[in-house]
């Protein structure tokens, strides 16, 4: 396997704490972990193999290595952490949300505070809640601080110097604090801690601190504010009662999360517990393909990225161990400002919580995993009718072509496996020219001579025929090599001509038995070597939806590739293949003779009062032989 050419390096990694970073030949990052010794646990992959496909695939892809020495396993932890948001390497485990969900924000930083609606919360002081679900419930909170406390909306700097209050102030939507004769900083300190308290969920306490208010409003006989008090303390009461009620009032300000793993992916709940209510559930989920062995490394991930953006609670219940606990305290610790405890309950209330949210990560998993697998199955279902195959078409492998009048002509291979695609099994193709038996075709200069009449076509005229050949004989030859895994059905983006092609390579190869078939693009029409005329169906079929799918797919995969290889292409010249003539050589030639053809066209003295006489002998000896 390549990682064992990376052995040397290996060996000589420190015994410190840090971060790797795996990368492919094309110098992506597709794995970062963490390690509290680098070199030990680094040297682990080299006894990887066989462990899953997974790290047998990580393990064939790796090429190079890259490492970051930390402090402490904390810092490594918050650096794996954010690489891996940064990056997002394909053989992480990535969780994923759907949707991004806004927050509330009170700014604490600012002397008058404000309430804001974000979208991620950020370091600096500000006191966030949330996420709601659904938003409107943030716009609705908003707009109840406005309504109850008088917290301020604008953006003004408050001096206190301002001749008369907006029109906020007038509706009763703000108490006025860029007036100091109407409302002071204390007043309204008071009326950012209420809104603080809601915020929250501490409506418990808010009522407590209301109505200790309202009595002292009145007791002073200031009756019209003890009547707005009473107006909050009243809404604050129906919201409580309209909330939640899932409660255990011992147990505090907690996150409870519930766990389930399968095959398809997992899924997560996170119940957010505030003054010993439920106030929020969050649900989310990973797809499957991270390099994860056990439940507990699905969870650590999921715990780790999930409070990328939020701030913790005092306690996190988990529904079983993590491995690197301590230092995920420590972590969130540090960005909460607070202790922060991580904690696998196993009896009592804490432990009933627990199950509850796995029971809700259980139903989460059948409803979006296997709603998305039934449909899959459905369209499967019908396409294995529709050509007539053996079996439902589990694994299906798409072709394209891509190329510009022949240049650069370029190949995709995508993978579809159980109606999910497996970008771990993309394959990418540069066309070298193999004629149909394998054997590399001369350039045309020496070919070996034909009748005028069936002449070579010139190189900037595409053949798809022959490309679409040799990619799927080097593909399965490929396979063949490795015992496997063969495909269910080929699908081919063309049409009868690419299909008879595709066939041609895969007689040569005694593979005719697998089963391909072409999609023509425009007409949407499927094509099959055993029937005459093309297969037709109907325009919301699931099955022609699925196929249009794994095609566009293969057609996006080809058409990145084929720009990538066109703009390397732009970025050489055919005086990189003389010896002696570096970048600097040739930017000076370039810039003397204005072009290629001007370089040509010159003489041995001019190359030589640019380059020197040495390299002026290789351009000329170079193209005299061209």
Known sequence: MPIHDLKEQLARLPEQPGVYLWRNAAGDTIYVGKARALRDRVRSYLGAAGLSPRHDALLEEIASLEVIVTDSVMEALALENNLIKQRTPKYNILLRDDKNYPYLQLTTSEAFPRVLVARRVEKGGDVYAGPFLPAKLARQTLGLAHRLFGIRSCNEVMTGKRARPCLEYDIKRCIAPCVAEICSEERYAVAVASTKLLLEGRNDELLATLRARMADAAGAERYEEAAQTRDALRTVQVLRDRQQKVATPELGDRDVFGLKVGPSGSAIQVFAMRGGRVVERVELATEPGGLAQTDA????????????????????????????????????????????????PRRGDRRALVELATRNAELSYRTRF????????????????????????????????????????????????????????????????????????SAPKTRSPKPKAQSPKPRTQPDDFAAMREVVQRRYRKVIEDGGPFPDLMLIDGGKGQLTAAYDALESLGLANLVAAAIAKREELLYARDRQEPIVLPENDPALRLLQRIRDEAHRFAVTFHRKARSMRDLRSELDHVSGIGPRRRRALLDAFGSLAGVRRATREELGAVVGTKAATAVIDYFSRR
């Open 370 to 441: 296997n709603e998305i697998t039934a449909a899959h199955f459905d369209a499967l279902e019908t396409l294995r009718a529709s050509i007539g195959l053996p079996a439902i078409p589990r694994r299906i492998e798409c072709f394209d072509i891509s190329t510009i009048q022949g240049s650069e002509t370029v190949a995709s291979m995508v993978v579809c496996e159980d109606g999910r695609m497996k970008k771990s099994e993309y394959r990418k193709y540069r066309i070298k020219g193999l004629s149909a038996s394998g054997s590399r075709r």
């Open 297 to 344: 490394d699905v969870l650590q991930a999921a715990v780790q990225q999930f409070y990328e953006a939020r701030v913790p609670p005092a306690e996190i219940n988990l529904p079983l161990d993590i491995e690197d606990a301590e230092a995920i305290e420590a972590w969130l610790s540090e960005r909460a400002w607070r202790r922060v405890r991580i904690a696998v």
